[in-house]
Nanobody, 125 residues
Framework: QVQLVESGGGLAQPGGSLKLACTAS????????IRWVRQAPGREPEGFSC????????YYMSFVKGRFTISRDNAKNTVYLQMNSLKSEDTGVYYC??????????????????RGQGTQVTVSS
């Protein structure tokens, strides 16, 4: 059974940092594209960062580029999201998602066959 589990969410002050983890079982993350998605209250989910399976090429939406960093630890079968310079608008539920048959981020649409349950990130003073 394929499972993704996120951890690391919590409360941070504006300008602060958090590091999220997406740990997998039943699937080897180095073989698949994994995207981080967030959903703010009352808004649609938005994917904002992705890492290719294999070459590990990273992709970012403009509103997180330079602040967030996606990475992967193959030995731990985990994808990370380092979030710095957090803003109040970064508040939401964050989850990792993908499709076991898709290796490249450019081929990953918005329908995911695997996703975690999500972790809450709240940025507030």
């Amino acid at each position: 059974q394929v499972q993704l589990v996120e951890s690391g969410g919590g409360l941070a002050q504006p300008g602060g940092s958090l590091k999220l983890a997406c740990t997998a079982s039943g699937i080897t993350l180095s073989n698949v594209a994994i995207r981080w998605v967030r959903q703010a209250p009352g808004r649609e989910p938005e994917g904002f960062s992705c890492i290719n399976g294999g070459d590990g090429q990273e992709y970012y939406m403009s509103f997180v580029k330079g602040r967030f960093t996606i990475s992967r630890d193959n030995a731990k079968n985990t994808v990370y999201l380092q979030m710095n310079s957090l803003k109040s608008e970064d508040t939401g539920v964050y989850y990792c998602a993908g499709d076991p048959s898709i290796r490249q981020c450019q081929d990953l649409g918005k329908t995911y066959t695997i996703r975690g349950q999500g972790t809450q990130v709240t940025v507030s003073s």
